[in-house]
């Protein structure tokens, strides 16, 4: 009989197995920067309850995660980047696709996908639509595309059923923001393929998913091999892995100062949005109202200037300006960035006197403003 291992050595190689459809980036994550956010949008989606955030952690099991990419969609921040696909591979089969169904953008989920119904090289399947994000749709809408076409199965039956309120949301924001951009072009959700990307050949799709499968599957056992022989290794010589200190995963420098990182969506959503200003056909809204950005206002009255808010900032979109008030050089300003905020409401959460508000709608002239806004508060105190 084979040597078939322990339990434990089969459950490790069996997470050496898995998607592996989601990086995690400790730093970006509100609830691991301050154990008191309020933010659990991933534990609260994910239809596997893959997700477990702990006390300064946030952890995915990969056994558990079924890859429909919703955590990464609905993270404001960044944290949670879906791998499988990556949103630049899904850029550019999205690209492709589209030229082949001759400027119409169509997307289907893989339950729709496996029926076998539409030409595989005129549209992008992805697990789940709840993987597909405005940034993304709003991209497609601003380089010339006519038609952008959401396509799924019936989401009640689905084991991604649980996502079914938040691809319900984004096709209906999308559609708000682009016509608060001018835009002509809407974004439908149906349960059908468009009639011309339809194929009588089934054995093209079923031949081109074969491959794409064999081929996912003969890299997951590369990578699952070198993985599980790098640590037997490791194991055999004495080494364990370094526990890195709660310091070490914020990256907080030796002044007490955390890291901060924009969302990559961030910037390419502001150019999106530009471009589709541009081409505008309608009117342009004033102001913008979506997840993707805010504003932040701090009532004087009741903030203390402690900065708590700057510090565990995520992305940077609040920082201590150098200006002074010419009435009180002993007050000062934070400069807020709207262009930087995601909306985490981490500022909120991380102030004492609840002096900070958060605001989804947000003024295109301070969205696209190269300056910074500038809010007073007072002299520092000590009161707590």
Sequence with gaps: MANVGSVQEIYRFAQDMGTKAVGVVPDRCVAVRNRHSSCRKCVSLCPADAITLGINSIKINSLSCVACGACSTVCPTGALLSLDPTDDELRRNVASATINAKRTCVIACA????????????????????????????????????????????????????????????????????????????????????????????????????????????????????????????????????????????????????????????????????????????????????????????????????????NFCPTGALTRSKKKPMSNPNAGYFEFWPSKCVGCDMCVDACFHKAIEVNGVVPLSKLFSFEPQYLYVPAQSSKK
Excluded: W
Aim: proline share 3%.
């Design 111 to 310: 339950r729709m996908a496996a029926k076998h119904l539409a030409d595989p090289e005129s549209f992008t399947a992805v697990p789940c639509l709840s993987r597909i994000d405005e940034g993304l749709l709003l991209d497609v809408a601003s380089r010339g595309i006519t038609e952008i076409v959401l396509v799924d199965g019936n989401c009640k039956t689905c084991k991604h059923h649980k996502n079914d309120p938040l691809i319900s949301y984004i096709h209906e924001s999308v559609n708000d923001i682009l016509a608060s951009m001018g835009s002509e072009i809407t974004v439908s959700r149906v349960s059908e393929f468009p009639e011309k990307i339809l194929t009588d050949d089934v054995r093209k799709g079923v031949g081109s998913d074969r491959r794409r499968v064999f081929a996912d599957t003969k890299d997951s056992v590369k990578v699952a091999a070198l993985t599980a022989g790098k640590r037997s290794f490791n194991e055999a010589l004495g080494i364990k892995k370094k526990e890195e200190s709660l310091r070490d995963v914020l990256k907080i420098d030796s002044d007490g100062n955390f890291s901060h990182s924009q969302p990559a969506r961030q910037v390419v959503l502001l150019d999106t949005l530009d471009a589709l200003t541009q081409k505008a056909t309608k009117p342009v809204s004033d102001s913008l109202d979506s997840r993707f950005f805010a504003m932040v206002t701090i009532d004087k009255n009741l903030c203390n200037n402690c900065g708590m808010c700057l």
